[in-house]
């Protein structure tokens, strides 16, 4: 074989193995890439995993912490339970509004009896924010309860509306008790001036 024909092969067979050397370091550069997304991928879904399960968790601690009331009328009273079974009442305060010069109730039987909202009401009438005659009427008052759920304690304070009516007979006045209903949520410290504010605006 000629010197030239020797150097032809040598030539190719150098070719051969650049592109074997080439088309290796290109697989390697795949299987890093590939390795990469694998581990991104992965690292993603426990990622996503996490931030679901701290979501769920948080969403529960805010729902256990979240207090709504219901009322059931017995007689002259509204019996108040929690709407949500796993939540346990321990006491609540209630407070009127500070024009009517009716003080605080403290219970640890979560109830709202005729007395008292037919005391706020005397008084309401006595400074002009009531109506007389028969009909019925609302009285916000502010309720801080403290209640138990998934073991914990916790407190919340709220304005509700106390739905009642007002019979006036010839001898007494009669105070029936209709119901609750949520008007806004606050705090220990804020739920009087907002108790406040809001009789104004309702009485002028």
Same mark, same amino acid.
């Given at each position: 074989?000629? =010197?030239? #024909?020797?150097?032809?092969?040598?030539? %190719?067979?150098?070719?051969?193995?650049?592109? &074997?050397?080439?088309?290796? %370091?290109?697989?390697?550069?795949?299987?890093?890439?590939?390795?990469?997304?694998?581990?991104?991928?992965?690292?993603?879904?426990?990622s996503n995993s996490q931030a #679901?399960?701290?979501? %769920?968790?948080?969403?529960?601690?805010?729902?256990?912490?979240?207090?709504?009331?219901?009322?059931?009328?017995?007689?002259?009273?509204?019996?108040?339970?929690?709407?949500?079974?796993?939540?346990?009442?321990?006491?609540?305060?209630?407070?009127?509004?500070?024009? @009517?010069?009716?003080?605080?109730?403290?219970?640890?039987?979560?109830?709202?009896?005729?007395?008292?909202? =037919?005391?706020? &009401?005397?008084?309401?009438?006595?400074?002009?924010?009531?109506?007389?005659?028969?009909?019925?009427?609302?009285?916000?008052?502010?309720?801080?309860?403290?209640?138990?759920?998934?073991?914990?304690?916790?407190?919340?304070?709220?304005?509700?509306?106390?739905?009642?009516?007002?019979? %006036?007979?010839?001898?007494?006045?009669?105070?029936?008790?209709?119901?609750?209903?949520?008007?806004?949520?606050?705090?220990?410290?804020?739920?009087?001036?907002? @108790?406040?504010?809001?009789?104004?605006?309702?009485?002028?």
């Open positions: 074989m000629s =010197e030239p #024909e020797n150097r032809r092969q040598a030539a %190719e067979a150098a070719a051969i193995r650049r592109r &074997w050397i080439t088309l290796g %370091e290109v697989l390697a550069v795949v299987a890093v890439i590939i390795s990469g997304l694998t581990f991104w991928n992965s690292y993603q879904e426990r #679901e399960k701290a979501a %769920e968790k948080q969403a529960k601690q805010a729902k256990a912490q979240t207090l709504i009331l219901s009322a059931t009328a017995d007689a002259r009273n509204l019996r108040l339970a929690a709407r949500d079974p796993e939540q346990a009442i321990q006491g609540q305060t209630l407070t009127f509004p500070s024009a @009517l010069g009716v003080k605080g109730i403290d219970t640890v039987d979560p109830r709202i009896e005729a007395s008292w909202v =037919e005391s706020a &009401w005397k008084a309401a009438r006595k400074h002009g924010g009531a109506k007389g005659g028969s009909g019925d009427a609302r009285l916000p008052v502010a309720i801080t309860t403290r209640f138990v759920s998934g073991g914990a304690a916790h407190s919340d304070t709220a304005i509700y509306d106390v739905g009642y009516r007002v019979d %006036e007979g010839l001898l007494d006045t009669d105070v029936q008790l209709l119901g609750l209903s949520l008007v806004e949520r606050g705090t220990a410290r804020n739920v009087q001036p907002k @108790l406040d504010a809001l009789w104004k605006r309702r009485t002028g």
